[in-house]
């Protein structure tokens, strides 16, 4: 048996208290890669239960932003309270408690089984499913920075936060590049789970290796942080916090809630803390104050409806190169006030107070308290108000300088133009408007216009004027619906379901039939309720409770329709999944937010549960025009792996009679469409050059098929 020597002990404790500063910074790191890595998979995860829509990222921002809070003020009150051998003791408990609720995967009870309020129930799922490790997750970076910040007494500490945003970057970079195109959802959680399980041994190991601190405790004799810095630090944190959000809803609300436009904005976001935590020299502050400048005008132009038009690469990387540089001024100014390394777990919760403040605001209280998406015209004023204030206040601003006075009364005027702009941009949205309303789903707008065309009689008739006034719907930027007002045209389909469309062509092939089941996922202003018949039953499927309020208030094709007609609130996917086969005729899927798509009504599973739900000689009807992005090869892929006849329907436009360009893919069983010659006449077969991988519940790209 060998034992201890005394003069071995401190050669012993040596080489643990260096194996412990190596396990500091690894542990750092790790913490914040799991972090930035569980944020995009559970949203995946959980997407296609509320909708598909880019709201649901919104919410689980603010979740992530919530419980970041809760865990830097967890490890300011721990090392303000507490001995840190009974620190170290109760941390390492919890992490062990952690362990119990893994895997991360939301169990299928916690589905959601009617319309009730999606952000309480998204934010109850992700409570139960990541809730503890998030926080534990949250509270590491400054917990351990602490622990190491009263053995050091210099600044050199806030390096580890630069470290950590590294190891955030790279979770979030690695998403969609590495793991989310190789491994299933399922897979996923298993492996985070593995890795977190470790992560959570190195930390529990260094928490209960703490020691009670000798002589006068480190965080004492400092002089407080004076309360306008704190409101500085919130101030600047909620700004770039309420950017982020802002931008990401207004990038994802018109191409699709999918991650990879998620993880862009913020990645930027974490680069900028990356950037000016790691080395102060990345942030010249009149370089980017000019830049800012030019930031804010740029964006706020880009926000007039006229240049909504432009390319979608030109738009993402104009918003995404502005945020980047709103952000960069934020952290920027939030690392020139950053105070001594004693109050480092003070200078992270405030910060982190902010940054809550600011996803509170876009996610819970503007949807509330706005018709529209004002929250980025509200972010950007309040960003280049926030300069003015800094610059004001600021004893060693250049602008003090009698060289610097005509400088600073120009950048009064720039704000002063941003932010009257921006109230004149938020006013003209709503000038032609009757009716704005908004929810967790999205902004729709009604309008009342004419149309701008006049029909001739023949021979030498003199003209005969109709009355061409009509009433569009729009969500977002994209029309989900017109009606002519007049008698003479008022019950005619119209906007993308003319009697041409792939919609049209296949009412009129399965008329013969006679009474006709027919199910709809989306409404919108229910135009396709025209096309039924006495004895027919349609039955809408739709997730938001406001389009229904509006089509049966605002528009007659539900209150004229022949068919006797259902709704079906709810995501439309979950409904059916729960209902017995419905046997329908024919069934369309139109259930476009905007121009973005729910990602989930377009995978393989999703298509084999629409034919569960079709008779054997039942149609497919799947509306796939968009602005953005090239669906044809998605739905061919699917039909070449259910093996179904598909064939593509592009109907022409037809301005005089407000009938626009429509592409449908009609899908049915093998040699159906060969009894319906109208159909094949009117249509060709699904064939593309662009081959993607097949879309499942556990695997989607949007590389491939944008334009």
């Not at 119990?100 to 129930?121: C, F």
């Not at 934020?330 to 020139?336: D, F, I, T």
Request: aromatic content about 12%; overall charge positive.
């Amino acid at each position: 048996m060998v034992t201890e020597t005394p003069a071995l002990k401190p050669t012993i404790e040596a080489s643990i208290s260096s194996n412990l500063r190596l396990l500091n910074p690894l542990t750092i790191f790790a913490s914040a890669f799991l972090l930035f890595q569980v944020e995009p998979l559970i949203a995946k995860i959980i997407l296609p239960w509320f909708g598909g829509v880019a709201a649901v990222w919104t919410v689980c921002l603010l979740f992530f932003q919530v419980v970041l809070l809760l865990g830097y003020l967890y490890a300011h009150l721990l090392t303000r309270r507490l001995g840190r051998r009974t620190q170290g003791w109760l941390h390492g408990a919890l992490l062990a408690a952690s362990l119990l609720v893994l895997p991360i995967l939301p169990r299928d009870s916690l589905k959601p089984t009617g319309p009730e309020h999606p952000a309480l129930h998204i934010l109850l799922v992700l409570v139960l499913t990541v809730g503890l490790p998030f926080f534990l997750l949250s509270a590491t970076s400054p917990l351990l920075q602490a622990w190491l910040a009263s053995a050091r007494s210099d600044s050199s500490v806030y390096r580890f936060y630069a470290l950590s945003n590294v190891g955030s970057l790279l979770g979030l970079l690695s998403y969609p590049t590495l793991v989310e195109p190789r491994l299933s959802t399922v897979r996923q959680g298993w492996t985070w789970s593995v890795a977190y399980a470790a992560f959570a041994v190195a930390c529990g190991a260094i928490a209960v290796s703490q020691r009670s601190a000798e002589g006068t405790p480190w965080h004492r004799g400092v002089v407080r942080v004076p309360w306008n810095t704190r409101v500085l630090w919130l101030a600047l944190s909620a700004c770039s916090s309420a950017l982020l959000l802002a931008i990401t809803n207004h990038i994802t609300q018109n191409i699709a809630a999918v991650p990879f436009l998620w993880i862009i904005p913020l990645s930027l976001y974490m680069l900028s803390f990356i950037l000016c935590f790691g080395n102060q020299r990345w942030y010249h502050r009149m370089i980017f104050l000019r830049l800012l400048g030019v930031a804010l005008g740029c964006m706020a132009y880009a926000l007039s409806p006229s240049l909504m038009a432009l390319p979608l690469w030109i738009l993402i990387l104009l918003f995404c190169a502005g945020l980047f540089i709103c952000c960069m001024f934020c952290h920027g100014e939030l690392a020139r006030s950053k105070p001594d390394p004693s109050r480092l777990t003070s200078f992270y919760f405030w910060s982190s107070l902010g940054s809550v403040v600011g996803a509170v605001f876009v996610a819970i209280l503007a949807p509330q308290i706005f018709s529209g998406f004002y929250e980025l015209h509200v972010a950007l004023g309040a960003c280049a108000l926030l300069a003015l204030m800094i610059h004001r206040t600021d004893p060693a601003s250049p602008f003090r300088q009698a060289a610097w006075r005509p400088a600073f009364w120009a950048l009064h005027g720039l704000a002063a133009i941003v932010v009257v702009g921006l109230a004149f941009l938020a006013q003209a949205d709503s000038l032609y408007t009757n009716r704005m309303m908004r929810n967790f789903y999205g902004v729709l707008r009604e309008s009342d216009e004419v149309a701008p065309n006049v029909v001739l009689l023949k021979g030498n008739a003199q003209p005969k004027r109709e009355d061409l006034r009509f009433r569009r719907l729009m969500n977002g930027t994209i029309t989900h619906g017109l009606q002519f007002l007049g008698p003479a045209r008022h019950d005619k389909p119209i906007s993308y379901y003319g009697a041409n469309s792939g919609i049209g062509v296949a009412f009129a092939a399965l008329a013969p039939r006679g009474h006709l089941r027919v199910g709809l996922i989306g409404l919108g202003a229910g135009t396709v309720a025209a096309y039924g018949h006495a004895g027919d039953k349609d039955t809408f499927y739709e997730i938001n409770p406001l389009v229904v309020q509006i089509a049966q208030r605002d528009f007659s094709f539900l209150r004229d329709s022949k068919a006797r007609i259902a709704f079906e609130l709810g995501d439309a996917r979950l409904t059916l999944e729960r209902q017995p086969p419905q046997q329908f005729d024919l069934l369309a899927v139109d259930a476009f937010s905007s121009d973005s798509i729910p990602v989930h009504l377009l995978t393989v599973e999703a298509f084999q549960l629409y034919f569960r739900h079709l008779r054997p000689d039942g149609i497919l009807a799947v509306h796939i025009s968009n602005r953005h992005l090239y669906l044809e090869p998605v739905v061919a892929a699917a039909a070449q792996k259910l093996g179904k006849d598909a064939l593509l329907i592009a109907s022409p436009d037809d301005p005089a009679n407000e009938i626009f360009l429509a592409r449908w893919v009609l899908l049915a069983n093998r040699g159906i469409f060969r009894g319906f010659p109208n159909i094949q006449k009117a249509g060709k077969p699904l064939t593309t050059s662009i081959h993607v991988r097949l879309w499942t519940d556990s695997y989607s790209s949007l590389f491939a098929v944008l334009k």
